[in-house]
């Protein structure tokens, strides 16, 4: 039988907001803290501030400028060496950010056959709605969504000056969801090795 296991599991943690001033990172610091004390998974922040991806395609066929081509290359072997993502996202307008979409849109094997797991935040809805839409946007990309999301409702209310959630029901929300994640991580991964995902 081939060998199929690995090292830990690398995790692309995706902050999906570029706004000035924003939450995210507060809430991408939170759950790759999480990622950090597993001896299962490795996280790499990826930052669209710090990496930013053009918004102007280039034509079919075309090969894109040095200039898109350096911006890429910030980003998408990142993305390509992942075994599994973990999407940083608030709500915008019932949705999710343009950043993101555009971050998703530039790529597209790097996606196939890799598991994705939600933090989203925002008002009331938790930032669940932008969960949702994604769930339908990364299903046409090959990927495979966790079940259980960890979302912060009135997010303001739950973070401390730590930049923590004082509730303990949130740091297990967030160990469900990572144990969801890692097992389709290890079992896609093992799975790819075996029987590249070709379609
Ligand atoms: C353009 C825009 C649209 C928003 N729409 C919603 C929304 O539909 N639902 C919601 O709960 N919060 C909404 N908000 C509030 C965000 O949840 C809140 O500003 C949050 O901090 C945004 O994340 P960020 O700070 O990481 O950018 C919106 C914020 C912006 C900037």
Redesign the pocket.
Known sequence: MADVTDGPLRTAVI?????D?????V?ADWITEHIAQREDMTADLVDLVRTPLPTVFPAYGQTPSDEVAAQLGAVSPRLAEADAFVIVT??????F?APLKNAIDWHNEQWHAKPVGFVS???????L?AVEQLRVVLAELHAVTIRNTVSFHN?GEIFGADGKPADPACDAAAKAMLDQLTWWAHALRDARRVRPYAV
């Open positions: 902050i999906g907001s570029t706004r001033g924003r939450f995210g990172p809430v608030p709500e915008y307008n019932h949705s950010p935040y925002g008002g009331l809805a938790g930032g709605r997010y």
